[in-house]
């Protein structure tokens, strides 16, 4: 069950919904509607369809406005990173969204509401509910507040280990080294968790978890590139 409720979560993000069964739509989880025999228009996944739809518009139009003098291919590039599934989940966790969610019995035993895969999804539900419940412009306020920030940052996070790998060559030339390093796992086979150290030219630079390998190293090499970008 949700550990808070939909209009408590509506003060978190400052609208007041007209429809409120539209927020409750959006924070049903597929695995809660199949648990308790809901029809599946009662689950998330047509408003994630729209609000994919509405992020992917609001987005464009800002880069096209933020960077008038960037071409095409930088602008796509760009607005990749910023409405990756990791990035979609940052910004989910920082509405604290997960709490919100109703999820079936084995989600929340898996951990569900912490999986990226499940906060971003929601996280575009919502853009779809706002959509829906208040036009465009409800939408918009909602991706520009919480997602369209700290661009830099987002970026440098979409592809942290080749930005990590170039920053390392520029500085060591051709004789650097990164290593991505597992210290630590455990969890269950469904629901692991990694530790991983990352190591340049023989130096422990950062360390960092994550729910996959991929995760937690994409996680290590941003770490690190803060590090050498603040030296």
Same mark, same amino acid.
């Given at each position: 069950?949700?550990?808070?409720?939909?209009?408590?979560?509506?003060?978190?993000?400052?609208?007041?919904?007209?429809?409120?069964?539209?927020?409750?739509?959006?924070?049903?989880?597929?695995? /809660?509607?199949?648990?308790? !025999?809901?029809?599946?228009?009662?689950?998330?996944?047509?408003?994630?369809?729209?609000?994919?739809?509405?992020?992917?518009?609001?987005?464009?139009?800002?880069?096209?406005?933020?960077?008038?003098?960037?071409?095409? !291919?930088?602008?796509?590039?760009?607005?990749?990173?910023?409405?990756?599934?990791?990035?979609?989940?940052?910004?989910?966790?920082?509405?604290?969204?997960?709490?919100?969610?109703?999820?079936?019995?084995?989600?929340?035993?898996?951990?569900?509401?912490?999986?990226?895969?499940?906060?971003?999804?929601?996280?575009?539900?919502?853009?779809?509910?706002?959509?829906?419940?208040? !036009?465009?412009?409800?939408?918009?306020?909602?991706?520009?507040?919480?997602?369209?920030?700290?661009?830099?940052?987002?970026?440098? /996070?979409?592809?942290?280990?080749?930005?990590?790998?170039?920053?390392?060559?520029?500085?060591?030339?051709?004789?650097?080294?990164?290593?991505?390093?597992?210290?630590?796992?455990?969890?269950?086979?469904?629901?692991?968790?990694?530790?991983?150290?990352?190591?340049?030219?023989?130096?422990?630079?950062?360390?960092?978890?994550?729910?996959?390998?991929?995760?937690?190293?994409?996680?290590?090499? /941003?770490?690190?590139?803060?590090?050498?970008?603040?030296?």
């Amino acid at each position: 069950m949700s550990k808070q409720t939909p209009e408590s979560f509506s003060e978190i993000i400052g609208y007041k919904f007209s429809d409120g069964s539209l927020l409750e739509n959006a924070l049903t989880h597929s695995s /809660y509607a199949n648990d308790h !025999g809901l029809p599946y228009e009662r689950n998330n996944e047509r408003l994630e369809f729209l609000g994919d739809a509405v992020l992917e518009l609001v987005t464009s139009r800002f880069l096209f406005e933020k960077y008038p003098e960037k071409p095409e !291919g930088e602008l796509t590039t760009t607005r990749a990173a910023l409405v990756c599934e990791s990035s979609l989940a940052e910004a989910a966790r920082q509405i604290q969204l997960g709490d919100y969610l109703l999820l079936g019995r084995g989600e929340i035993k898996t951990g569900g509401a912490s999986r990226d895969s499940i906060l971003s999804d929601a996280f575009e539900a919502v853009i779809g509910s706002l959509y829906l419940d208040g !036009g465009f412009s409800a939408a918009e306020t909602f991706v520009r507040s919480f997602l369209l920030t700290d661009i830099e940052s987002k970026q440098l /996070y979409y592809d942290s280990k080749s930005h990590l790998q170039e920053i390392v060559q520029e500085k060591y030339h051709e004789n650097s080294s990164i290593r991505y390093e597992v210290i630590d796992e455990w969890g269950p086979p469904h629901n692991k968790s990694f530790r991983i150290r990352c190591v340049v030219q023989g130096e422990e630079l950062a360390v960092a978890e994550g729910h996959t390998k991929k995760k937690a190293e994409a996680e290590a090499a /941003y770490q690190a590139l803060m590090k050498l970008r603040k030296d």
